[in-house]
């Protein structure tokens, strides 16, 4: 069946470190991938996508590519702030079904 | 912006209780979701619909039902709530008609933290 594993937290940076947040998947043909941020007593918003092999999303200094060949699809982001403390959530979307699939979520805490 | 409305934030209610939890959409998204989300296990998908008066069990339905009769709101119900039903409850919709557009994300609301005592 379809999963999505990623790191385990937390994870501790100081600012304006390189952040790198590891997501693999498993699926069968090609999924769309997500990143979603939960920010402390919210719920979660689409912080990024890519539909197909190679796509890079982007938004607000994160990037993740899609490598259908490692499976991958981890989460970048090359100066990290205060304010990025978050629990970040890797997702898929697959052909043919309604549901998510969703990681366990990786929080992140960022040092002044 | 899409905005998804859930009815409270916090709630808290007794053993035994029928509990009604509420959402709403305002941007005409034929699906609808409920999850629970409980700190190491993520989000775990309870029911979904995928058009008005349609409905489907997710992952984890025992306990609870769902109601869909107009197309910007969605209703969880637990029917006679227990205290393993403590946890925050994460109400989303998509734009889909569907199953094979999955590039839509779904959009979330703020979520309603229940306690049950």
């Known amino acids: 069946g379809n999963s999505v594993t990623q790191m385990e937290g937390p994870v501790t940076l100081s600012e304006e470190a390189f952040l790198t947040i590891n997501c693999t998947y498993t699926a069968t043909g090609y999924p769309s991938l997500f990143w979603y941020v939960q920010y402390p007593g919210e719920g979660l918003q689409l912080l990024l996508k890519?539909?197909?092999?190679?796509d890079k999303g982007s938004n607000k200094g994160f990037e993740a590519t899609y490598r259908k060949e490692t499976t991958s699809f981890h989460l970048e982001k090359g100066s990290v702030q205060v304010s990025d403390s978050a629990v970040y959530f890797c997702a898929l979307s697959a052909l043919g079904t309604y549901k998510y699939i969703f990681g366990t979520g990786t929080r992140l805490k960022v040092l002044a | 912006d899409v905005k998804v409305t859930q009815s409270s934030r916090y709630l808290v209610k007794r053993t035994g209780e029928k509990v009604f939890l509420e959402c709403v959409q305002d941007?005409?998204?034929?699906?609808m979701f409920w999850y629970r989300q409980d700190p190491g296990l993520g989000l775990r998908l309870i029911y979904f619909s995928y058009d008005v008066k349609m409905k489907e069990k997710g992952d984890i339905p025992e306990g609870y039902s769902v109601s869909r009769e107009k197309k910007e709101r969605f209703s969880l119900i637990l029917e006679s709530a227990s205290t393993n039903q403590t946890s925050m409850y994460l109400c989303?919709?998509?734009?889909?008609?569907?199953?094979?557009?999955?590039?839509?994300?779904?959009?979330f609301g703020d979520g309603t933290r229940l306690s049950i005592l």
């Open positions: 941007m005409d998204h034929e699906n």
């Open positions: 989303a919709s998509r734009d889909s008609g569907t199953a094979y557009d999955s590039n839509q994300p779904q959009h």
């Open positions: 890519a539909t197909k092999a190679d």
